[in-house]
């Protein structure tokens, strides 16, 4: 049978300002386990998450600690829910999966496998293979990837979809554009392009990162944003409940695409409107499958899936850019496309033809 993983839900860890070198103070982060630094851990590990009657407001990390819950009872040979060092030993854990909706800067995540790295026995067991340390999120920013992905221990970072921005989501005048106009609504917001200037453009049923321009969320100086106070509850309205419509509405923009709404119909069709959307990403600068992932809106692995396909037909370079022949098949896309665009979508089912001439 294989080996289990352990699953903990992303939490704030413990730090304490320490004095470095030249008397600079820095924040120092303590082992996950508390005394374990040296020496063999052993215990029951750390108390799951308490509410603070202070303030009752339940974020991302109960309702993926719930979800956790959930996946244990599933598979309970396979999954241990926030396993201390007595468990983690006695099941002898292959992994130790870090669980979070969503990385923006990173550096959350980062302090949370340093929290990990900084117990002995578990740096012991990694330098003798038997525990790996991994990250599995539903979407982050670039940054945020790079910054987890830079710890020492090097682990494993999984993402479904890799998270629009205001760097990846347009680009020139238009990206001008779009920060002058974050910047200047709601006025004199401290961070106007959101935390760490990550300019995340996401939002989850639970709520919306502070990454996010405040020009979506914040209420300040009167401003009405889409996201009120983050919360995602009342802006469902103004968003597609239908994928297909979705792509066919980033296919119009993208690729100005008559006939995309037929080729989403047909399964075979629709990857090639999908490799057609990779194509264009790559032209407008993207250089890796998460910067695919974010202008397209594709999940990442069918990105790599298309960029594996499209390097072995010579469309793309292994580095990600499009050769002579992936521009001459883009540009054949583009020669096909009508001057006024008219696709299906939900408010609008029918085509009516706009012109008529004799045979």
Excluded at 57 to 70: C, M, P, Q, R
Excluded at 109 to 119: D, H, L, S, T, Y
Excluded at 248 to 269: G, H, I
Excluded at 292 to 320: G, K
């Amino acid at each position: 049978m294989d080996r289990p993983i352990a699953l903990y839900a992303e939490r704030e860890v413990e730090t304490r300002d320490t004095e470095g070198d030249y008397g600079l103070e820095y924040s120092e982060v303590l082992p996950f386990f508390p005394g374990t630094e040296e020496g063999r851990a052993a215990g029951v590990g750390v108390p799951p998450i308490v509410i603070d009657p202070k303030d009752q407001e339940v974020g991302s990390e109960g309702l993926i600690a719930n979800f956790i819950t959930g996946y244990q009872r599933l598979h309970r040979d396979l999954v241990i829910s926030h396993p201390g060092p007595d468990k983690l030993r006695e099941q002898r854990a292959s992994h130790i999966v870090i669980v979070t909706d969503f990385i923006g800067s990173g550096q959350r995540v980062w302090e949370m496998i340093e929290a990990f790295w900084r117990v002995a026995t578990i740096r012991s067991w990694n330098s003798y293979g038997r525990i790996r340390l991994a990250v599995v999120a539903y979407s982050g920013t670039e940054a945020g990837l790079d910054r987890v992905r830079s710890h020492r221990s090097q682990p494993s970072v999984r993402v479904v979809h890799a998270c629009p921005t205001l760097w990846s989501s347009f680009v020139g005048q238009e990206q001008k554009d779009v920060v002058a106009l974050c910047q200047a609504h709601p006025k004199k917001h401290q961070t106007p392009l959101g935390y760490g200037n990550g300019g995340a453009l996401i939002a989850f049923g639970h709520g919306m990162p502070n990454n996010a321009p405040p020009v979506l969320h914040s209420r300040k100086g009167g401003w009405i944003p889409l996201f009120v106070n983050r919360s995602a509850l009342a802006a469902d309205q103004q968003f597609p409940a239908d994928d297909a419509d979705a792509l066919v509405e980033r296919a119009r923009s993208m690729l100005r695409l008559r006939a995309a709404k037929r080729f989403l119909n047909d399964p075979l069709k629709r990857r090639w409107v999908e490799t057609m959307l990779v194509l264009a990403a790559l032209l407008d600068g993207a250089r890796s499958a998460a910067a695919a992932s974010a202008r397209t809106r594709l999940p990442i692995a069918d990105v790599e899936q298309i960029l594996v396909f499209t390097e072995i037909a010579h469309w793309t370079s292994p580095r990600h850019t499009l050769t002579a022949l992936g521009r001459r098949e883009l540009r054949r896309l583009q020669l096909r496309r009508a001057r006024t665009v008219v696709l299906p979508s939900t408010e609008q089912p029918y085509y009516y033809p706009t012109q008529l001439r004799a045979r």
